[in-house]
């Protein structure tokens, strides 16, 4: 049983960064692909950032490219997310994923993630 724990969340002003982290325990953490996703009040859950396990290769959501930076400790068995350039509309609860499926590439469906934390909340006020 993998299990994932977020932190890094909290309150910052537009513009300003933060740095998520999600340390996980159990399974095969290098073997993973690992995911980053956020829900907004009324809003359903949606793909943020991916990291592929074979070679760190990321993938993001259109509207984070540029400001947010997937990565992976294989060592520490940690995925991180810097957050940059925050909107109020990156206010969210985030949360990591992990996706087993060592045999096809990154996903961006929250359908193939198979265990996931318990989230962090993020609020950037305007």
């Known amino acids: 049983q993998v299990q994932l724990v977020e932190s890094g969340g909290g309150l910052v002003q537009a513009g300003g960064s933060l740095r998520l982290s999600c340390a996980a325990s159990?399974?095969?953490?290098?073997?993973?692909?690992m995911g980053w996703f956020r829900q907004a009040p009324g809003k359903e859950r949606e793909f943020v950032a991916a990291?592929?396990?074979?070679?760190?290769?990321?993938l993001y959501a259109d509207s984070v490219k540029g400001r947010f930076t997937i990565s992976r400790d294989n060592a520490k068995s940690t995925v991180y997310l810097q957050l940059n350039s925050l909107k109020p509309e990156d206010t969210a609860v985030y949360y990591c994923?992990?996706?087993?499926?060592?045999?096809?590439?990154?996903?961006?469906?929250?359908?193939?993630?198979?265990?996931w934390g318990q989230g962090t909340q993020v609020t950037v006020s305007s």
């Open positions: 990291v592929h396990w074979t070679d760190g290769r990321p």
């Open positions: 994923a992990a996706d087993t499926r060592w045999y096809y590439s990154a996903s961006r469906s929250i359908n193939d993630y198979d265990y």
């Open positions: 159990g399974g095969s953490f290098s073997s993973y692909h």
